[in-house]
Every structure is written in structure tokens, then in C-alpha cells.
């Protein structure tokens, strides 16, 4: 590889999931979705939710200038981009409720804060969420996507 005058390498830091917690009480309090029970995340198209990634010990910390990753979603039998069944997305300073985004911040001890917003247009069902870095994927858990209130 060549590299002109001037390039940097930059070397992205890969986080060390232990855990996702899906943050359900307060998401579906927030999504006025309780009546429906607490055992599973269900939410509404085009409000944003939080799910908290706990790290493993030893992992190194979020920092929202040297960590990145790439969140994607999917639903149905046979997930594609051009119907909106399978997307994916990266992290920016903060959600956008008229797409899917994600933004993401360092929270106390080693975990960090993501809070994610679909599309007001998404397909309703039952979606798999999954965080993807370096070539590495993890599947954090799934959740309901309801119509909007």
C-alpha cells in the first residue's frame, strides 16, 4: 500500500461486548408499550430508545474518537436493503427520527450509552439487532417495532 504525504492510519478501537442490556422497563414506559408486558423490548417507528453495552473487563473504553462501529437491524423471512427489511447504519452525534441512526456516549463504568431511533417508515415486526467493528459481529438481542402512537 502507498500512502501519499500526509495520510494517517487510523486504528480503530474494537470493543469487547459482555453483554447488552435492552434497557426494557425504561423503554417501554417510554414507548407506552407496557400493557404488553416487560419480558421483551417493544417500541414505537421514529422514537428513539437506549440499550446500554456492557463491556468486558479489561475491554478498552468508548471513546467517540477512536471507537466506531456499525449497527444493523433486520426483519422478516428474507431481510434486504431494498425493502427496508435489513439496514444498517453508523454512529453520529445524535439520532435522526426520520431515519434509522444511532448515537452513543461513555457511561460509568465500562459501558456505553447507545441510543437508536428507526425510520417512521420502517416495516413493523420482530427485529434482530446486531453491532458489527472490524470485521466482528455481535448480536445484541431482539425487539418489537410497532406503529407509531
Not at 20 to 26: F, T
Not at 30 to 56: C, D, M, N, P, Y
Not at 72 to 92: I, M, N
Request: aromatic fraction near 6%.
Amino acid at each position: 500500500m502507498v500512502l501519499g504525504v500526509g495520510a494517517q492510519i487510523t486504528c480503530q478501537i474494537v470493543l469487547d461486548v459482555e453483554r447488552c442490556d435492552l434497557e426494557i422497563k425504561s423503554n417501554v414506559q417510554s414507548h407506552h408499550t407496557a400493557q404488553s408486558g416487560e419480558e421483551r423490548l417493544i417500541v414505537r417507528r421514529g422514537q428513539a430508545f437506549g440499550v446500554t453495552l456492557h463491556l468486558k473487563p479489561g475491554s478498552p473504553e468508548f471513546n467517540t474518537r477512536e471507537t466506531g462501529f456499525t449497527l444493523s437491524v433486520e426483519t422478516g423471512p428474507l431481510p434486504r436493503k431494498e425493502t427496508d427489511t435489513a439496514v444498517s447504519f453508523g454512529l453520529k452525534d445524535s439520532t435522526d427520527d426520520k431515519e434509522w441512526s444511532a448515537s452513543a456516549s461513555k457511561s460509568p463504568g465500562n459501558t456505553v450509552s447507545v441510543s437508536i431511533c428507526s425510520s417512521p417508515d420502517a416495516p413493523i415486526g420482530l427485529y434482530s439487532l446486531s453491532l458489527h467493528q472490524q470485521g466482528h459481529s455481535t448480536v445484541l438481542g431482539t425487539f418489537v417495532l410497532l406503529f407509531n402512537a
